[in-house]
């Protein structure tokens, strides 16, 4: 039997963005009603298992309701803007999953689903409709459940006709007549004055309909109650008409076209690690089961157990294939050779003894274009030998050329520039427990023909990049940043395990004293980590209110305590158990995981085509997230120190990058004047917004002026800074306002991007990378907005990323021609770190903030502070 799962897209999303804390990925892009919707969609998939899906949306605040009430849903706050650039991070999450998503001008979600769930149920299908509007349960019947979302996002209770009767005491198409009566406050539908739900729910009893009220208005008992149905008859009747969901609305959506697969796809796992959805990833992953494609291509794939020399020219394509996701310590599977003397395969062990592929391998005068020569090249230095002659990168170009396309498996890339039939690796190989190397000759074919792609994917490539004006950002910028970046992998940053051991006994010693002191105020012992005997404690022992609840009993979330924090001491202590053994599992065990055991160091690993900003972001692990705010988070930098006796950590660190690229590219007097002067431009800030003398400037001034200075970067709006800041969105509101006013510069910078973005489809950086922004002329209001914020957004943080790089190579340059044996280790967000001799300090002194400070030229300096120590610590 055919099942159609209906879903509310507007009213999920909006309860999603409100259940859970105002959470962001690495972008700084929000992602919680995503999130929280993605979850629900998710578990609803899961029991349900439909073979049809939609998810239908408001297409725009006005519908055919507005000819009857002009007021209807009138008064409603603004959509905060946090929530609005979401909706389209859900757009795309319902196209990567595959499903049908739809709206209508003139027309409200709930139109779309009644007149959906109509069709199915005259075609015999098996009907839910989730959702936490009331107004839906008038669409129950027999065969259409409702789901309604209760607390939380994926807390339901399933309505069946049964059950409306059960709750309401009135049939389903009662519940128009109810709203009819009552009124609803949320959508500013008037109903009756004074009458309420009780009252409403009597009558209907009794009379049946609002029709069947008036018919009998003599035998309504009461007389002001009778007084009040009398002088709101017509309004009774039009809050009825504006309640009542059209099952007849004119969609142009057949149920074939809502046909769900529920495949996992890269696009899916691509979004998913994009928005942070890590745990959501790992369940796509475990549910996957793939199937192998079975295509092939006409390529004569050569097996060669040696090289000669007429077989390896100028230039080919080279293929270094790993199938395990950390590249490091040389784990190659095979390589494959094409060029026009022919596709050629070799296996590890006989590639690595033949001596004039090795001597080909590190011959620079020999071009090789490569899918990933950060990651070969790293792979090769742990196997002894010193790749060079890297004359293309396409895993950096598509990502220059599309940043959607990061991550994408060359058969993806490939493809999508008409060269076909080749396979992905997750194809031929498998995935997870099912990974394996088929026997016989299946790799070489596969390599074989992966070479063959990419040598012929290469001119296309140079193409678009051209066309774009991309070409000098690829070889002048990305490649060199490939190999300095190659460098600091290889190299490894010192870790001590005996510190992370100490730290995490002081850290275990803390918690237990942290548990005693909870235990104490509760009076009993209990299971700290266990949400319900938590929840038990603190809502039923010791009588705190409760802020929300979930399907299992007490929410004890983090934003839930942060609410209840000052209502009793223990909440504090909760949140500090919480924190510190968050730091104890996730950073200190975490890190003793990953060091490795002949090196003794770290060896993260870069993504350098991964971000839609252009920045870098690392993994296994994450040195760029250990959470300094916390004096015990800052500690487990104590574990990071120099490789050799006598030398320091060395931290240069930009100051304020953002907001003087944001002066730069402005272009505003004020702004840049404050740098120029070098003016603490929080101080500067909170002058002009408060109207105040620099020594009449307080803490708390300051504090609001810097949350302001970074919000705009972001594309902040007065909801977010009141969040930040405890404050009014009245008062957030002003502070943006008088910011705005004092940088007039921003404002225009502002503007003229937008539209700037609105012509061409995408912006740039001061190096010329591109972000598309397909929804910022789109006629959706939310999708548009995401877009123009983005637009504002990443000139000003993708340029930061440039400036960075730029320091990188230079930097690694500077290095080799003054002959100083510092390191260059390790880059984290503005920052650089280098191991560096006693007796280099004064020359790396000179050097970094010399090179750091002039790697773009600016119409504001860029300030850079140097700070060196025994560990990465002190170094700060």
């Avoid at 609803?44 to 006005?62: Q, R, Y």
């Avoid at 104490?520 to 700290?528: Q, S």
């Avoid at 991007?753 to 922004?773: D, K, M, P, S």
């Avoid at 002194?845 to 002190?874: F, Q």
Wanted: charged share 30%; net charge negative.
């Amino acid at each position: 039997m055919n099942k159609l799962v209906l879903i509310d897209g507007n009213n999920v999303v909006y309860r999603a963005f409100f259940a859970l804390p105002l959470l962001s990925n690495n972008q700084g892009m929000y992602t919680n009603a995503v999130y929280g919707f993605t979850m629900m969609l998710m578990k609803v998939i899961e029991e349900e298992k439909p073979t049809h899906l939609l998810v239908a949306f408001d297409a725009g605040k006005t519908t055919f309701r507005h000819e009857t009430y002009k007021e209807y849903k009138g008064g409603r706050q603004k959509t905060p803007p946090e929530l609005s650039q979401q909706f389209p991070l859900v757009h795309e999450l319902l196209d990567a999953m595959g499903i049908q998503r739809y709206e209508l001008d003139n027309y409200e979600a709930d139109d779309i689903v009644g007149t959906l769930a109509k069709k199915a149920h005259e075609n015999d299908y098996d009907v839910r409709i989730v959702t936490g509007d009331k107004d839906y349960l008038q669409l129950v019947e027999d065969g259409v459940r409702v789901s309604l979302i209760r607390k939380g996002i994926t807390d339901t209770v399933d309505y069946d006709v049964d059950k409306v009767q059960e709750r309401y005491g009135i049939n389903p198409d009662g519940v128009i007549d109810l709203k009819g009566l009552m009124g609803d406050a949320s959508d500013n539908i008037p109903g009756v004055p004074g009458v309420g739900e009780k009252t409403a729910i009597k009558l209907l009893k009794q009379f049946e309909s609002i029709e069947g009220v008036y018919e009998h208005i003599e035998e309504v008992t009461g007389k002001k109650l009778k007084e009040k149905l009398e002088t709101n008859k017509e309004q009774a009747l039009m809050s009825k008409k504006i309640a009542t969901i059209d099952k007849q609305s004119p969609i142009a959506l057949t149920l074939d076209s809502c046909a769900f697969k529920n495949k996992v796809t890269d696009r899916l796992k691509d979004l998913f690690q994009e928005l942070g959805f890590q745990s959501l990833l790992d369940k796509l992953n475990e549910s996957e089961t793939g199937e192998r494609s079975t295509e092939t291509v006409d390529i004569s794939v050569k097996t060669v157990t040696r090289f000669t020399p007429d077989q390896l020219i100028s230039p080919s394509a080279l293929i270094v294939q790993m199938l395990d996701e950390n590249y490091h310590y040389g784990k190659i599977n095979g390589f494959a050779v094409s060029n026009s003397a022919g596709t050629f395969f070799i296996e590890t062990e006989h590639a690595l003894r033949d001596d004039y592929f090795v001597k080909w391998l590190e011959d620079s005068t020999m071009k090789k274009v490569l899918l990933d020569s950060k990651q070969a090249e790293v792979a090769l230095k742990w196997r002894g030998i010193n790749l060079m002659g890297t004359a293309f990168d396409a895993r950096l170009a598509t990502y220059l050329i599309d940043t959607s396309e990061a991550g994408q498996d060359l058969a993806q890339l490939a493809t999508k520039r008409g060269i076909s039939n080749i396979e992905s690796d997750d194809a031929f190989y498998g995935k997870g427990a099912k990974l394996k190397i088929p026997e016989g000759a299946g790799q070489a074919q596969h390599l074989g023909r992966k070479a063959a792609a990419l040598l012929q994917l290469e001119p296309k490539l140079i193409n678009e990049l051209i066309n774009n004006k991309q070409k000098e950002l690829l070889f002048d910028l990305e490649m060199p940043l490939a190999r300095v970046l190659a460098k600091m992998e290889y190299t490894g940053i010192k870790a001590s395990s005996e510190t992370l051991k100490s730290m995490g006994a002081e850290l275990n010693r803390t918690l237990d004293v942290i548990e005693q002191e909870i235990y104490a105020m509760a009076g009993v012992t209990f299971n700290i980590n266990s949400p319900k005997q938590l929840g038990e404690i603190l809502f039923e022992k010791l009588q705190l209110p409760p802020v929300k609840k979930t399907k299992t009993g007490y929410s004890t979330a983090a934003d839930v305590l942060e609410k209840l924090r000052g209502r009793h001491e223990i909440i504090s202590k909760i949140l500090d158990f919480r924190q510190l053994g968050k730091l104890n599992s996730t950073y200190v065990e975490g890190l003793l995981k990953v060091i490795h055991p002949e090196t003794g160091r770290v060896h993260t690993c870069y993504n350098q085509a991964l971000t839609q900003t252009g920045r870098l972001s690392s993994t296994d692990p994450n040195l760029q997230n250990i959470p300094i705010r916390l004096e015990e988070g800052r500690k487990i930098r104590k574990a990071f120190l120099p490789s050799e006796e006598g030398w320091q950590i060395f931290s240069a660190d930009y100051s304020q990058i953002e907001l003087r690229v944001l002066a730069h590219i402005a272009d505003d007097e004020n702004l840049k004047r404050a740098f120029n002067d070098g003016m603490d431009i929080h101080t500067k800030t909170a002058m002009d917004v408060f109207g105040v003398e620099k020594d009449e400037v307080t803490s708390l001034m300051r504090r609001h002026a810097k949350a302001v200075n970074f919000g705009i970067i972001y594309g902040i709006s007065d909801y977010g800074l009141s969040q930040n800041l405890g404050i009014t969105r009245k008062d957030a509101a002003h502070f943006i306002e008088k910011y705005l006013e004092s940088y007039p510069g921003v404002r225009h910078y502002m503007d003229d991007i937008v539209n700037q973005a609105r012509t061409e489809g995408y912006v740039t950086t001061l190096l010329n990378r591109r972000r598309y922004l397909p929804d910022i002329n789109s006629r959706n209001f939310n999708s548009r907005s995401f877009a123009e914020r983005t637009a504002m957004n990443t000139p000003i943080q993708g340029s930061a990323a440039d400036v960075i790089k730029q320091a990188m190579i230079i930097m690694d340059q500077r290095l080799k021609e003054e002959k100083l044996t510092s390191r260059m280790l390790l880059q984290v967000h503005d920052e650089l770190i280098f191991e560096v001799p006693e007796r280099e300090l004064e020359e790396m002194n000179r050097i970094v903030p010399e090179v750091m400070e002039h790697a773009i030229k600016l119409n504001v300096p860029l300030k850079v502070e140097c700070s060196y120590g025994p560990t990465w610590y002190d170094a700060k």
